[in-house]
Nanobody, 111 residues
Framework: QVQLVESGGGLVQAGGSLKLSCVAS????????VTWHRQAPGKQRELVAS???????DYADSVKGRFTISRDNAKSTVYLQMNSLKPEDTAVYYC?????WGQGTQVTVSS
């Protein structure tokens, strides 16, 4: 069984930054891609960023140039650095590893 624990969310003003972390238990972390998703109230969950086991990244158009995903396989941790935050980035952010999801961390961006 794999457990994922996100942290780093909070309240920030527009233009500010936050760095999310996702720590995974279990021994499958280093051999899998990891993705960050978000879900705003009343909206479907959407893919924000992904990183393969060798560090190839991809981003949703809405966050390109502002968000950076990275991973530390030795620490079984994936990060999401979020800069130039906008009110529309407000959502619960989740990390996913294969079929496993974390519990989410709330990000609120005030205007």
């Amino acid at each position: 069984q794999v457990q994922l624990v996100e942290s780093g969310g909070g309240l920030v003003q527009a233009g500010g930054s936050l760095k999310l972390s996702c720590v995974a238990s279990g021994n499958i972390f280093s051999i899998n891609s990891v993705t960050w998703h978000r879900q705003a109230p009343g909206k479907q969950r959407e893919l924000v960023a992904s990183i393969t086991r060798v560090g190839i990244t991809d981003y949703a158009d809405s966050v390109k140039g502002r968000f950076t995903i990275s991973r530390d396989n030795a620490k079984s941790t994936v990060y999401l650095q979020m800069n130039s935050l906008k009110p529309e980035d407000t959502a619960v952010y989740y990390c996913r590893l294969g079929p496993f999801w974390g519990q989410g961390t709330q990000v609120t961006v005030s205007s």
